[in-house]
């Protein structure tokens, strides 16, 4: 079976980020990078179809050169080779313009499943998946909490969180399947799977291969742009209510909240 994951290198969940002086764009200074936690999910869980039924599991990923790093853990984590869409006109656009050079990027190769992380954590827009099903022509669904293939490898039977439930549904591959929490516990990468990923095969592919004009990829090519960054505003220092015992603590708690905050 051969199973396909989108994968994207995002910026470390502990990081400081800020906004450029202008706050036009993100500095990303000193910013340690790392993939994106949704993501680790889909490459666990397509580890683990192959390791049931066999095929191959190959690593699609868009980014700068940095993103190599990202792509080289997951091949660290077991896929066997992938695909690094690295270009300057395809970096800063949209969740379309991602979706539609990923799609154009797939098209050539071979595939019976697809698996994408529920969204980007920089980003959270949990669009690319859905685009990307739409663009193919292939049926999504998002955010897997379990995955078994059913009726021998033609069907796949998943489980998807709804309120007050759970959907379980069956969809014909191929598909795409947008991984969340719950649906796996990510391996780690071993020391030889390190090494080893040290030679397996990474394609680069550029625009020019994709065969897309620079106006309908990245930022020129974008239906949405963030017109603006900011910082939330500083929240204001708390108040330590001080008392010998617990009944003095809550009076002078409720007399605050009546005199100073005025909520009661």
């Given at each position: 079976m051969d199973i396909l994951v989108c994968l994207k290198q995002v910026p470390d969940t502990?990081?400081?980020i800020r906004p450029t002086s202008d706050m036009t764009a993100i500095d990303y200074t000193g910013v340690k990078f790392i993939v994106n936690v949704y993501d680790e999910y889909a490459v666990?869980?397509?580890l683990r179809v192959r390791e049931k039924v066999g095929g191959k599991v190959t690593?699609?990923?868009l980014g700068p050169d940095r993103a190599v790093e990202a792509i080289r853990t997951a091949l660290a984590m077991g896929a066997?080779?992938?695909v690094h869409l690295n270009d300057?006109?395809?970096v800063d656009g949209d969740?379309?313009?991602t979706a539609r050079a990923l799609a154009k990027a797939i098209e050539g190769m071979s595939y019976d499943l697809i698996f994408c992380g529920k969204q980007a954590i920089d980003d959270d827009l949990a669009q690319v998946g859905s685009i990307l099903g739409e663009l193919l022509g292939l049926q999504t669904v998002t955010g897997i909490m379990k995955f078994e293939l059913v009726d021998d490898g033609k069907k796949a039977r998943v489980h998807r969180q709804v309120e007050g439930g759970m959907d379980v549904l069956e969809v014909p591959l191929p598909a795409i399947f947008t991984a969340t929490k719950g649906l796996n516990e990510p391996r780690y990468p071993s020391l030889p799977g390190i090494m080893k990923a040290k030679k397996k095969p990474l394609k680069t592919v550029s625009l020019g291969d994709l065969g897309l004009s620079e106006e309908e990829v990245g930022a020129k090519g974008a239906l949405t742009k963030v017109?603006?960054?900011s910082l939330p505003p500083m929240r204001q220092a708390g108040t330590i209510i001080e008392g010998e015992t617990p009944e003095e603590k809550a009076s002078k708690?409720?007399?605050a909240l009546r005199e100073e905050v005025k909520v009661i």
């Open positions: 502990e990081a400081d666990e869980e397509a690593i699609v990923s066997d080779e992938a300057p006109a395809l969740a379309y313009t017109v603006r960054y708690l409720a007399k």
